[in-house]
């Protein structure tokens, strides 16, 4: 019998982790709380791939199931903020100019197909890498009206992704 390498073991125990904390609903708590503190519509927090942007798994708060598996098998592949967030360093929070006041987002199939009818305005993110493809992304999801994220809020964002 051979060892597992080391991706492999790690891939094992990222799936082992997410169904823990999907049974338990700890980590949809956690999004909960950073979704509400930073006054936000929604919260997600997503294992995604750094290159192709393919979700492999997420926790979502303020978004029901329809649109959360709705963005995992469609939508984020025209999410332009994935892009933007991965240009960034890791675990550095930033508010995205992608927004409901940018006119070129606002002509974005995943604006006016995921972010519209929720009223999804505003984004903000960081993400922490898992591995050389993998990532953690933190993401918080703000009314149309609400305006851009805080200094505060980023900095609550920033503080907390290495703990998650």
Known sequence: MTAASPEVLREVLIDRV????????????????????TQS???????????EYSTHGGWYWGIDHVWAAAYVERFFACD?????????????????????????????EFYRDFCEPQRLGYFAGAYSSLSDSLALRLTVQGDVDRGQYSPRDLALMQGLLPHL
């Open 41 to 51: 519509r929604s919260c997600a927090l997503m294992l995604q791939h750094r290159a």
């Open 18 to 37: 997410y169904r823990l904390a999907t049974q338990l609903d700890g980590i949809t708590e956690i999004a909960a709380l950073i979704g509400r503190e």
């Open 80 to 108: 332009p903020t994935v892009a933007e967030h991965f240009r960034i360093s890791p675990e550095q929070a930033y508010a995205t100019e992608l927004n409901c006041q940018n006119e070129a987002f606002r002509e974005s």
